[in-house]
């Protein structure tokens, strides 16, 4: 099992970033998968969600309106399409495998390397 998150990078503030997290190793249909965010000395906090058809998604309010989530079950990857970035949502980005869709990062049972995302002008 091996999730592999890219796309991440430094961008100016208002600026747009797609992240992809590609998964290998089980089947992509049976599980939710989570975004969640971890900048340098604070706890790693959940960026958003997406159910397993994709159809339901939830959204921290920090990132609601500017944050899309996504998934192509067939290429077995789930997307974070990030608009209007703030220096604020600097961060080690990393997406997550669960059974159910949560908020919570202990109901997630794998989880990528994370991508590094810096919003600087």
């Known amino acids: 099992v091996q999730l592999v998150e890219s796309g991440g990078g430094l961008v100016q503030p208002g600026g747009s970033l797609r992240l992809s997290c590609a998964a290998s190793g089980f089947t992509l249909d049976y599980y939710a998968f989570g975004w969640f965010r971890q900048a340098p000395g604070k706890e790693r906090e959940a960026v958003s969600c997406?159910?397993?058809?994709?159809?339901?998604?939830t959204y921290a309010i920090s990132t609601k309106g500017r944050f899309t989530t996504s998934r192509d079950n067939a290429k077995n990857t789930v997307f974070l399409q990030m608009n209007g970035l703030k220096p604020e949502d600097t961060a080690v980005y990393y997406c997550a495998a669960g059974l159910e869709l949560s908020s919570k990062s202990y109901t997630y049972n794998y989880w990528g390397q994370g991508t590094q995302v810096t919003v600087s002008s």
């Open positions: 997406i159910s397993t058809d994709g159809i339901s998604t």
